[in-house]
């Protein structure tokens, strides 16, 4: 019986072309990821040849003023980009995988572009994620609306209660062949993908394939639980595409706004204003206030002295330029607790909604969702800290280049060392997959 439910199910040319056409879009979305990584790998090339051909006119032309070489040049901090992020590039395209700032004020540097809501995962690049939750589900639907109402529709499905006591058991034959063959697709592009662009077999890619995996057994559970009802197909595929179009587009949109609506993000806009306001009001404020908030924060700096009447001092002007950044510093990290509770509120909803929680679990796997994000801003903040305390004693003591051994500042990069839970992970699937299977199979039991 199986054989020959096989041969029907390959013999029938709108499923091989169905097949045929998700195996070429996954090809596509691929080669749009590889498109990605390469375009990011050239844009860090290009920077460290910058930033060292920055650093060489800069010391040229002003060699012996070391405060005015360091106002220009922008030291690199690279977000390393791993190759599993060309399956999911996520926000990776929104925000700058390098980006460069000088020791002057951080917060204006920072949020020249902007993060994105994680809940809006439900839409995005035409990457393997995006094939992965918007299409595969569509031939799923496509090859299974009708499993039971054809069979009635045709009358054959009398003959088949009289010859067989296991209708049950016959259709889950039918979806087993259809699951297997959307699961053959699904690991050729894996397999493409690997060879193609030399993905490391690491846990992570593995998980991420997983994850994938699992996805794609809740929608065949799902459209399982909907042809057990036994309605005619025009009704059964109108409600599995009702349920697509809610899961991916009115629902997280929905909840966007709620989500927008309890988490209002102004914040970094407002940390550059008060950065800006911050720093340009000192040029008109006595200065002997702001070098005290400086000592403040940083004592070790106390023996170089600034003076009321003086007219201009780099130790002065960059004091006040790390006060406009202190202003600001509120609301920067009310910035960074409103983003993490968006991000909290779209893995809820991923509790609810399988193709959010692929899309965050991708792209946290692949590191180029919003986690890898906010810690990326944490590193540039720390990277910049450093080249500063690094470099103002010696602006401050009137050092002149070659004070610095220029051959040592290269672009840095950081790299997101992240843990992956997978009771985090796995748990949204496993109630969604538990509760499509106790569902359906309360139904089965009556056509047995």
Not at 45 to 52: E, G, L, R, Y
Request: net charge positive; glycine share 4%; proline share 3%.
């Amino acid at each position: 019986m199986k054989n020959y439910l096989y041969k029907q199910f390959y013999r029938n040319q709108a499923y091989i072309i169905a097949l045929v056409f998700l195996l070429l879009a996954g090809c596509m979305a691929i080669y749009t990821g590889k498109m990605f990584l390469e375009r990011n790998q050239d844009i860090i090339a290009n920077s460290k040849q910058f930033q060292k051909e920055s650093i060489e006119k800069n010391v040229k032309y002003h060699q012996e003023d070391l405060g005015l070489i360091l106002y220009y040049i922008k030291f690199n901090l690279i977000n390393e980009t791993p190759k599993l992020a060309t399956l999911n590039i996520g926000m990776r395209d929104l925000n700058p995988s390098i980006q460069g700032v000088t020791i002057r004020n951080l917060e204006e540097q920072r949020y020249n572009s902007d993060l994105y809501n994680p809940a809006n995962a439900a839409v995005g690049n035409f990457d393997f994620s995006f094939v992965l939750v918007f299409l595969f589900p569509l031939i799923i639907v496509a090859f299974c609306y009708n499993l039971i109402s054809e069979e009635e529709e045709s009358g054959r499905w009398k003959l088949l209660s009289v010859q067989s006591s296991h209708l049950g058991k016959l259709i889950d034959s039918k979806l087993l062949i259809r699951f297997l063959a959307i699961s053959f697709v699904y690991l050729i592009l894996i397999l493409i993908a690997t060879v193609w662009i030399s993905i490391p077999l690491d846990l992570p890619f593995f998980v991420f394939i997983f994850s994938g995996w699992l996805y794609i057994l809740f929608w065949f559970l799902l459209c399982r639980w909907i042809i057990s009802f036994r309605r005619s197909s025009a009704y059964n595929a109108l409600v599995l595409l009702i349920i697509w179009v809610l899961m991916n587009f009115i629902i997280p949109m929905s909840s966007n706004m709620i989500i927008q609506k309890l988490y209002p993000v102004q914040e970094s806009l407002k940390a550059v204003m008060q950065q800006r306001e911050g720093y340009h009001n000192k040029w008109d404020e006595a200065k002997l206030p702001t070098m005290k908030k400086f000592f403040n924060a940083y004592p070790q700096f106390k023996q170089f002295k600034v003076k009321e009447n003086d007219e201009f001092t780099w130790i002065w002007y960059y004091a006040m330029q790390h006060m406009g950044d202190m202003e600001a510093s509120l609301s920067s990290k009310q910035y960074k607790e409103k983003m993490n509770k968006r991000n909290s509120a779209a893995e809820l909803l991923g509790y609810f909604l399988p193709n959010i929680h692929t899309q965050l679990t991708e792209s946290q796997l692949a590191e180029s969702g919003m986690d890898n994000q906010l810690r990326y801003g944490t590193a540039l903040q720390k990277f910049h800290e450093d080249k500063r305390l690094l470099f103002y004693p010696l602006i401050f003591s009137g050092k002149n280049a070659d004070a610095i051994n220029w051959e040592l500042q290269t672009v840095k990069s950081f790299k997101n060392a992240e843990n992956i839970n997978f009771v985090k992970i796995f748990l949204p699937y496993l109630i969604s997959i538990i509760l499509m299977i106790i569902l359906s199979q309360q139904k089965f039991r009556k056509l047995c």
